[in-house]
């Protein structure tokens, strides 16, 4: 029996079910029924029917890639500008952070760097250009520099370094966060100024320290070596200043001080409500 048959005894919806599946059109086996019944209501031609079908197709398509970058990235959480406090960091060029999260920088394969101390929000900047880059269709990896070296010296051991190299090699925006936190041995820092040096106008790189430049070397524990990888680090950099005293430690003092001026209204109130009730019925 031909194939023509046996389709022939099968009803169309479960046909055209089985070959959007087989096509991966997720979207026009979903909507195509809808789309149809909004087409005839709308007295809409087939091209302008299958024209709406593509356009969901692709509106959905692009929504799950994103998605899916987003995961791949390993953000520890997901932050956007949105949520920036800018006016809490003053010190930091609002315009130079909305350029970057266009992303043209990540396709001429520049760098970025954020220093300034801890709670100002560096890593919070990081991870909203990471999200933008995401959204931008480019490939994302955030990693801590100390787990970064870890994972490099681990990889090393294990003879499987390579392969993570070229891991890091395929990603467009490669984000190390915390870089000056945690002094690094001469082999850790060895392995992480490879990364470095492999990615030079091959991909971007944003780094995020707590640490001016001139203190670096107490991280990596040679001038040499340090001065090499800021060489090729700040090529092409975008040097970010966030310089001020701690946001997160700013809210917190904030948020305790509203929590005292509540507890002392609500002890005061207590007082004079007792005040003027007298005594109780029971005495």
């Keep these: 029996m031909s194939a023509a048959i046996q389709n022939a005894t099968v009803p169309p919806q479960v046909l055209l079910a089985h070959y959007l599946k087989a096509l991966k059109l997720p979207t026009f086996s979903r909507e195509y029924e809808k789309v149809a019944f909004e087409c005839a209501q709308d007295q809409a031609d087939y091209p302008r029917y299958l024209l709406r079908l593509c356009e969901l197709e692709r509106i959905d398509r692009e929504r799950r890639a994103i998605e899916r970058r987003i995961r791949q990235a390993r953000f520890p959480q997901t932050k ?3 949520t920036f406090e800018f006016k809490a960091i003053p010190s930091l060029n609002k315009s130079m952070v909305l350029e970057l999260a266009r992303g043209e920088w990540i396709e001429r394969r520049e760098n970025c760097i954020a220093l300034g101390p801890a709670g100002t929000g560096k890593t919070h900047t990081a ?3 990471g999200l933008a880059a995401c ?3 480019y490939s994302v990896l955030f990693v801590t520099a100390a787990a970064l ?3 490099l010296m681990e990889a090393r051991d294990e003879r499987r370094l390579r392969v993570i190299q070229r891991q890091l090699d395929r990603v467009d925006l490669l984000i190390i966060d915390e870089l000056g936190y945690v002094p690094f041995t001469a082999v850790g820092a060895e392995l992480l100024f490879e990364v470095f040096s492999r ?4 991909g971007s790189t944003l780094v995020t320290s707590n640490l001016p430049f001139d203190e670096w070397t107490s991280v990596f524990g040679s001038e040499r070596l340090t ?3 800021l060489d090729r680090l700040t090529h092409h950099v975008h040097i970010l200043e966030l310089n001020g005293d701690s946001y997160r430690l700013a809210s917190s003092r904030k948020a305790a001080k509203s929590g005292r001026s509540n507890s002392d209204s609500a002890a005061g109130d207590t007082i004079n409500s007792d005040s003027k009730g007298g005594e109780t019925p029971d005495s």
């Design 199 to 202: 990615r030079y106008e091959q």
């Design 149 to 151: 070296v870890h994972e």
């Design 127 to 129: 991870l909203a250009l």
């Design 227 to 229: 001065g090499a990888l």
């Design 135 to 137: 959204q931008k269709n």
């Design 80 to 82: 956007s500008l949105d």
